[in-house]
């Protein structure tokens, strides 16, 4: 009886013992993932430019709960735009424009540059098979992490972020140095119908860096004309779904010279932008532009 008793006094005991460690383990292993996740993010912002094949998300800039002073920037996390997996090519801290801060200064915005190599990584634009045009995806969802850092206070931490909505956040770094504007014009006779309509056009313009201070050089003028897809009532569709803002970028810029002054660099760039496509004849046929 006795023995009965000390066994089961040593089996209490040891029941006891394990009960208290595995607490203890929970504690810490909770105390651990408190730890890791104390960087939240607070907002997330995407970059896209204009590609062959149409705009592409090209940066992520994530901006978190607290100033970090390192990143690991040699590992590969996880990044899906709109459930399309995504290779990192460098990930660093920056200011709030996403551009790379010097080694050691501490930020609260950390930027992930993402490889554009194929048109099929999460597409900014949808189809609309009604009007036969393209239009911004009514949202856009983006998953990172994790994400190593280190805190002010020396502690290692990871911040994640899962299905967030950046598309209220996109930034278009390509489309700076354009202003949008619209034109109406009533009186306007229909070749086919004989009837007078009124018609509103769209259109995004570039002006050179040089024209700016020289109001009286002659800078050459870009007009470009859209195809199907990127008509409607947005000139952003028709500059980013073309690539047309590769006309405005620098290397192209330097190409083209104002008249008799061939020190002055530069081209006006002008989109315009129908509700279909330049070539719609209005009958449902292709034609020379007159419709």
Known sequence: MKKAKYWWSLLAGCLGALLVLRGWGSSQAARAQAESEQVQVVQAKI????????PAVNKIVLQLSQAVTAVDSGAQPEVTTQGKA???SALYLADEQGQALPEGQASQWLALDLVVDSWDLG??????QERLISQWQDKYLIAVGPVQVTTQEGK???VRLSDYDALPHLELPDLAGYQFEQVH?????NPLTGQEESQTLHYGAFEPAAAKDQSQAKFPLLIWLHGQAEGGEDPRIT??????TALSRP????IFTATDQPEL???YVLAVQTPTYWMDEGDGLNGPGAG
């Not at 597409?123 to 609309?128: A, I």
């Not at 500059?239 to 047309?244: A, F, I, P, R, W």
């Open 251 to 254: 290397q192209v810029q330097e």
């Open 123 to 128: 597409s900014l634009f949808g189809y609309n």
């Open 265 to 267: 660099k530069g081209a």
């Open 86 to 88: 995504r290779q990192v």
């Open 156 to 158: 290692s931490a990871q």
């Open 185 to 189: 014009v009533d009186g306007v006779t």
């Open 239 to 244: 500059l980013l779904g073309n690539e047309v």
């Open 47 to 54: 970059q896209a430019q204009g590609y062959e094949f149409g």
